[in-house]
């Protein structure tokens, strides 16, 4: 990997975390309010089910966390194995495309609601 | 040689490995987090059957331990934007403070309403 | 006062602690303990030193499993009761006892481009820095560096990753970056930038909480990471 792409991935994954910073703080919130009377599908799919801006809010959140967790990854996984090169590359890129999808199969889960 | 835990007790240092511990397990939660997530996918009566399971007190308190960890990686990361994108200045020295400060206050808000 | 007991390195990276008693005195430093036991206990002992009072920067070791300079670190200040451990810098290959083989601390400071690059020669006029200008003052901060490794050796970093260029070099670089008169500068970020310069750096301070100089290394690696970032994306390197 070129030292331009190293740079590029630090950058990528601090604008991530300034995204994730926003998120993270409306996520906390709600999860805060949400838990008040119980956790239940009801309450969960009543806020975000045929809502489109919590589909995108929840898009953009989980776009920043399959951005910046990977990156993160890359370097405990180096540092903590001494890993370095194309394999650990591969692997953390194919984990961030995963959680990105596995991610939108969850917002398109809780927006639909099994309605769909 | 290398360092051992009498080169690496100052705050700054514990600040990281906060950092790096929430961050690892945060990310290992992820794809369960979007699992059960999903079995609204199969309906509410589905994912309610799921969600049954939080009402054990032993997943409550891994729930509880999961928003500190998400609040700490939060007020830690704030403090490390600011120290890598801002000019350094003395009162950043409080940061610390301030995001161990936040994130505890983020868990027990989360706690109380929680039991 | 009770003498110190104390823990001396010996051997290579293979080795063990040998013990010593040494008298205590009053505004005792570290180096002169080590020199106490080189002259009065065991000749044979391998340390380094030059002036003895904070210049040069030789004589950095690990005390009480911290990095310090020793010249200039009181003994009554890191006694643990009556006990010192005295072990050579971390990070870098043992040599012989309390002396490190530098060379590739020294080394990074070349790969950081820790040379500076002029365009006038000694036949022209004084350059004029303003000295309350945003660059002059960056330098300022970072300039004192006295080479002695005391961050290298804190750094965890460069435990983990052997090509990282450390926080001394990085520190260095930083400075020249905001030297107005070099002529490098996209030479240096492009040599400083990622998983090997600037952007492995994960802000644990220990280079600062370390530098004897109280320096802030953490903050001149802050600014190459934003600098680099901001060429990357400019196309300057």
Known sequence: MSNRTQVLLWGAQRISAMV??????????????????????????????????????????????????????????????????????????????????WGMRAVFAVFSGGGA | MKNDFRARNHPAYWAFIVHRGSGVLLTLFLPLHFWALGQALQGAAVLDGFLRWTEYPLVKFAEIGLVLLLSAHLAGGVRLLVLEFLEWREWQKTLLAAAAGVSLVAALAFMLNLV | MDNLQVSIWRGAEAGGFQDFEVPRQESQTVLDVVTYVQRKCDPTLAYRFACRVGVCGSCAMTVNGVSRWTCRTHVSKVAAGNKLEIAPLRNLPVVKDLVTDMREFFDKWARARGVFTGSTTRKEKFARVEPQSKERKRVDAGIECIGCGVCYSACDVVTWNRDYLGPAALNRAWTLVNDVRDTTRAERLAAVAGDAGCHACHTHISCTERCPKGLSPTAGIAGLKRAVLAATLSGEI
Do not use: K
């Not at chain 1, 990156?71 to 692997?91: A, K």
């Open chain 1, 20 to 101: 994730l910073g926003l998120c993270v703080a409306v996520h906390l919130v709600t999860m805060i309010y949400a838990v008040r009377s119980g956790l239940s599908a009801a309450e969960i799919l009543g806020r975000t089910q045929g809502s489109v801006g919590w589909f995108a809010f929840y898009t953009v959140f989980v776009a920043a966390v399959a951005i910046h967790a990977p990156i993160g990854l890359r370097t405990v996984l180096s540092e903590m194995l001494n890993w370095r090169g194309r394999g650990l590359d591969i692997l953390t890129g194919v984990f961030g495309l995963s959680l990105a999808m």
